[in-house]
């Protein structure tokens, strides 16, 4: 039975964040993370589980161009605002940045060594560029059109440039002697891809003109053409080490004729098809091509179709890395089996998941999850490793709906919805569609799997009707897709069917609609039992109670309410959301639930107190998805930001780290105390600061200030501070100058502060700058305040020595006290002159306040007179 206590904190533990939006990309020497282009940032992702490391800001320009000096030390980069960076990969910070090209930057390559940077651009030139100077050492014209690739001879003792454009033509570049050593023509279309042999002696390339040219560099001519029957985006030579070089040999392949002038090299190409081919150049031969794509397709149509558009064999593992044209990454690696070579797709990476529409975890043990997006497929995630581990494709437009179960055979099964106006049934194991539901008139915007028997679903359409699928007919080794039949349909709104809720004894069904209702019907009939009234914008989400006779349901009027199923009443309303609430699921046995909605918040709510207990913002956009965990009742919530986040109770935790915390602190307390009873000063002021206890430092300090050593005592204990220690102290110096009854301790504090750390050390602490201005402000008030005090005792002294209190001892200073008595005397004088004229003038403003007064009265009654003369007329 599960557990009741009731869940206080939720924690964000994984995140599935847009990484790739189409562009360029480059990949670390020893496959650790790989540098790709979103939108106008650059995300650094981890290749093992495609978690962003970090992110670095650009310019508000789509990135055009990326590459990495081979110690994967520094990245540069270039966008649309043609501005060529290097970064400090250690620091993510830009270390310097110029612009060369009249246009965008098509392209980038770094040598060997890393000294040098080539760039190709839209304005048709080539620049090579020193890395640490920043200056151009080369300056290449030549080509007609775009330079679209790019690419220095990996021997680094030929300093040889290769270029490659949309103007069908390839440039050699001379880097010792500054010139092109050959223009190289065979392509009839653009050169997406170039390659260069093992042995350096042998050039190939690739265009969209289907075929594969090559080229002996000895002295330029073009061997021979090999056809592709496609237009190519990437060719890769696979080396003699390449596991892929390996399986090609232990396969026997058909006997052909072998040209004596062309060297044997073996090579992958990619490209619109979607399909990895392997090739043999002395034989012309396709040594292997994939039996189907890998690539999802909606339908058979010319646009629809995708294939990869650029790829690469990764240094250190020796995969072939692909990427296609909706931004996803295909890791493959080769297999033999029973004689014949496959290549596995080992892993998926999702680069941008568009809008999330709808999510659901898969199986019983949770380990993967179903999410339904702005494309015709669902993808199912692996949430060990975050990649995208298979796609069921089969709709032809957008999937709004889904909901998951395990049937009584033990079959993980998925139904879809879709703009299509169609349902689908899928099978994981088999990882393909067993059913189809056609019948409804409008998009299916809601469906719901059946919770107990596990052989029925409801869906619900935009056409504003309700129905009831079985399929039992389904069976465990239906080759063919079984068309499903509705068993029960019935109008249910006046709008949109929102969403849809299933009772836990599959004997009722929840309907929400944007007409602002929500309606109960009794399954299998689809009868009507209830309509629930009370919500003034449309519902989005229903669901039932796991063990109350209730439902709970969110609306677009910003709240949620729970319902009783007997009479329709509404029992509860909560209100926290600042807009339309858009998912609300029941938690902990129906004691909690956890909402979503469309300010991007997700709130922990307890029924019993009507209370919102946690409020997590970790989204920027509307969260239109949010899956429980019937296991562990983990959270995944996604919506219009393309992120989805994994949450896990952290409620146990928190409490351990609490009550760890806690402890800590008792520990850490005693040791102040010991410290304080040795007289220990610099390490209970250290101790103190750790845990961050300001008051107890200025008790510290306050002792301090009044022993005989506290200069060398104070000094010592600033001296001891680390940075971060020492900007808490002038924080609290600062809290503490701003009180005049203890700024003499501040004061102090920073007297020796200043004596102790030099002018550097001081301008290290994070703020200073702020902290310094605060200080200033008020210790001008404290120094005026003193002044004016001093002052204030000239006349005590005057009024002593006018008494003959205090007379100076022995002629010695004789003079001295002369002129001091002198001086005092005189400002005794001045101070009595000053409140003498101080008296004078306040004796005339109370004379003419009252000669004031008196023509004020004089009117008063002149005007009585008149006033009564006028009344006896």
């Known amino acids: 039975m599960a557990s009741t206590a009731l869940k206080k904190s939720y924690k964000c533990v994984q995140s599935l964040q847009q990484l790739y939006t189409g562009g360029p990309y480059a990949v670390a020497?020893?496959?650790?993370?790989?540098?790709?282009?979103?939108?106008?940032?650059?995300?650094?992702?981890d290749l093992s589980n495609a978690s962003i490391k970090s992110t670095i800001e650009g310019d508000s320009e789509p990135v055009t161009a990326l590459a990495l000096s081979p110690n994967n030390n520094f990245l540069f980069s270039a966008s649309h605002s043609r501005q060529i960076r290097v970064w400090d990969l250690s620091t993510l910070k830009c270390l310097r940045s110029w612009k060369g090209h009249e246009g965008p930057v098509m392209g980038m390559a770094c040598d060997a060594s890393g000294?040098?940077?080539?760039t190709a651009g839209a304005d048709r030139k080539v620049l090579v560029w020193d890395v640490d100077g920043g200056f151009c050492t080369h300056y290449f014209k030549g080509h007609k059109g775009v330079v679209t690739s790019i690419m220095f001879h990996p021997d680094p003792n030929r300093l040889l440039l290769f270029s490659g454009g949309d103007d069908a033509s390839i440039r050699v570049w001379d880097l010792t002697r500054k010139k092109c050593l050959s223009t190289?023509?065979?392509?009839?279309?653009?050169?997406?891809?170039?390659?260069?042999?093992?042995?350096?002696?042998?050039?190939?390339?690739?265009?969209?003109?289907?075929?594969?040219?090559?080229?002996?560099?000895?002295?330029?001519?073009?061997?021979?053409?090999?056809?592709?029957?496609?237009?190519?985006?990437?060719?890769?030579?696979?080396?003699?080490?390449?596991?892929?070089?390996?399986?090609?040999?232990?396969?026997?392949?058909?006997?052909?004729?072998?040209r004596n002038n062309v060297?044997?090299?073996?090579?992958?190409?990619?490209?619109?098809?979607?399909?990895?081919?392997?090739?043999?150049?002395?034989?012309?031969?396709?040594?292997?091509?994939?039996?189907?794509?890998?690539?999802?397709?909606?339908?058979?149509s010319e646009d629809s179709k995708r294939g990869f558009t650029s790829a690469m064999i990764l240094p250190a593992s020796q995969e072939l890395l692909c990427v296609t044209a909706d931004q996803q990454f295909f890791l493959y690696y080769p297999e033999e089996f029973e004689g014949s070579l496959n290549v596995v797709l080992r892993k998926r990476f999702v680069g941008y998941n568009e809008e999330i529409a709808d999510m659901k975890f898969l199986g019983d043990e949770e380990q993967f999850l179903?999410?339904?997006?702005?494309?015709?497929?669902?993808?199912?995630?692996?949430?060990?490793?975050?990649?995208?581990?298979?796609?069921?494709?089969?709709?032809?437009?957008?999937?709004?709906?889904?909901?998951?179960?395990?049937?009584?055979?033990?079959?993980?099964?998925?139904v879809t919805g879709s703009k299509d106006n169609s349902v689908r049934l899928w099978d994981c194991q088999s990882k393909a569609c067993v059913g189809v539901g056609i019948g409804h008139m409008g998009a299916v915007g809601a469906v719901a799997l059946s919770k107990k028997q596990r052989n029925f679903f409801v869906s619900g359409s935009s056409d504003r009707t309700l129905k009831v699928w079985h399929f039992d007919g389904v069976s465990d080794n239906n080759e063919e897709v079984l068309t499903l039949k509705a068993k029960a349909v019935v109008a249910a709104h006046d709008k949109d069917i929102n969403s849809l809720a299933v009772a836990p004894n599959d004997s009722l069904v929840c309907s929400g609609s944007q007409d602002r209702t929500a309606c109960i019907w009794r399954l299998p009939d689809l009868v009507s039992v209830v309509t629930l009234k009370g919500h003034k914008r449309g519902i989005w989400s229903?669901?039932?109670?796991?063990?109350?006779?209730?439902?709970?349901?969110?609306?677009g009027d910003k709240t949620i309410k729970i319902w009783a199923i007997s009479d329709g009443s509404c029992l509860k309303t909560f209100e926290g959301h600042t807009s339309s609430v858009l998912r609300a699921t029941f938690l902990t046995r129906g004691t909690q639930f956890i909402s979503c909605g469309a300010d991007g918040l997700v709130k922990l709510w307890t029924v019993k107190t009507n209370e919102c207990i946690a409020t997590y913002?970790?989204?920027?956009?509307?969260?239109?998805?949010?899956?429980?965990?019937?296991?562990?009742?983990?959270?995944?919530?996604?919506?219009?930001?393309?992120?989805?986040?994994?949450?896990?109770?952290?409620?146990?935790?928190?409490?351990?780290?609490?009550?760890?915390?806690?402890?800590?602190?008792?520990?850490?307390?005693?040791?102040?105390?010991?410290?304080?009873?040795?007289?220990?000063?610099t390490r209970a002021i250290q101790i103190a600061f750790e845990l961050h206890r300001p008051h107890k430092l200025l008790e510290l300090f306050g002792d301090l200030c009044r022993k005989s050593d506290a200069q060398d005592q104070i000094g010592k204990a600033v001296k001891a501070l680390a940075k971060e220690?020492?900007?808490?102290?002038?924080?609290?110096?600062?809290?503490?100058?701003?009180?005049?009854?203890?700024?003499?301790?501040?004061?102090?504090?920073?007297?020796?502060?200043?004596?102790?750390?030099?002018?550097a050390e001081i301008l290290e602490i994070k703020g200073i700058g702020e902290l310094l201005e605060g200080l200033i402000s008020y210790s001008q008030r404290h120094f005026i305040r003193v002044d004016r005090l001093e002052r204030s005792t000239f006349m005590l002294d005057y009024t002593l020595i006018g008494m003959s209190v205090i007379e100076p001892e022995g002629n010695e200073g004789r003079s001295e006290d002369k002129d001091a008595r002198l001086s005092i005397g005189l400002a005794g004088e001045q101070l009595i002159e000053f409140d003498s004229m101080e008296q004078e003038q306040q004796h005339k403003e109370m004379k003419e306040k009252k000669s004031s007064k008196k023509r004020k009265n004089k009117s008063r009654d002149a005007t009585s007179k008149k006033v009564k003369g006028l009344t006896d007329t």
């Not at 020497?29 to 992702?45: G, P, Q, R």
């Not at 090579?267 to 890998?294: H, N, P, Y």
């Not at 809290?735 to 005049?740: C, E, I, L, Q, R």
């Open 184 to 258: 190289l023509e065979k392509h009839q279309s653009a050169i997406t891809s170039m390659a260069i042999s093992e042995d350096g002696w042998t050039l190939l390339s690739a265009g969209r003109d289907k075929v594969v040219n090559l080229w002996n560099l000895h002295d330029y001519g073009c061997m021979t053409t090999i056809p592709m029957f496609e237009s190519l985006e990437a060719l890769c030579i696979i080396g003699p080490e390449s596991p892929f070089a390996a399986c090609l040999a232990s396969l026997t392949h058909p006997q052909t004729k072998k």
């Open 370 to 414: 179903a999410v339904s997006t702005s494309v015709e497929q669902v993808r199912v995630y692996d949430l060990t490793s975050m990649s995208c581990s298979y796609v069921l494709a089969g709709h032809t437009d957008v999937i709004l709906c889904l909901d998951t179960c395990v049937s009584s055979s033990g079959r993980t099964l998925i």
């Open 29 to 45: 020497s020893d496959n650790s993370f790989l540098v790709c282009a979103c939108n106008d940032t650059i995300k650094i992702v």
């Open 115 to 118: 000294g040098l940077l080539a």
């Open 725 to 759: 220690e020492r900007r808490l102290l002038f924080e609290y110096v600062l809290d503490w100058n701003t009180k005049p009854k203890f700024c003499h301790i501040a004061q102090y504090i920073l007297f020796r502060a200043f004596s102790v750390l030099s002018p």
């Open 542 to 555: 229903v669901e039932f109670s796991p063990v109350d006779h209730c439902v709970i349901t969110a609306s």
């Open 617 to 681: 913002d970790q989204h920027e956009d509307k969260i239109w998805a949010l899956a429980v965990g019937k296991k562990t009742e983990m959270l995944a919530t996604g919506g219009g930001d393309a992120v989805i986040n994994l949450w896990h109770d952290s409620t146990a935790s928190d409490k351990e780290e609490a009550f760890r915390k806690e402890e800590e602190g008792v520990l850490r307390g005693q040791e102040l105390e010991n410290a304080l009873i040795d007289a220990e000063y």
């Open 263 to 300: 060297p044997s090299i073996n090579f992958i190409t990619v490209g619109e098809r979607g399909l990895v081919r392997m090739w043999s150049s002395d034989r012309a031969l396709c040594l292997f091509e994939q039996k189907s794509s890998d690539i999802s397709v909606s339908s058979d």
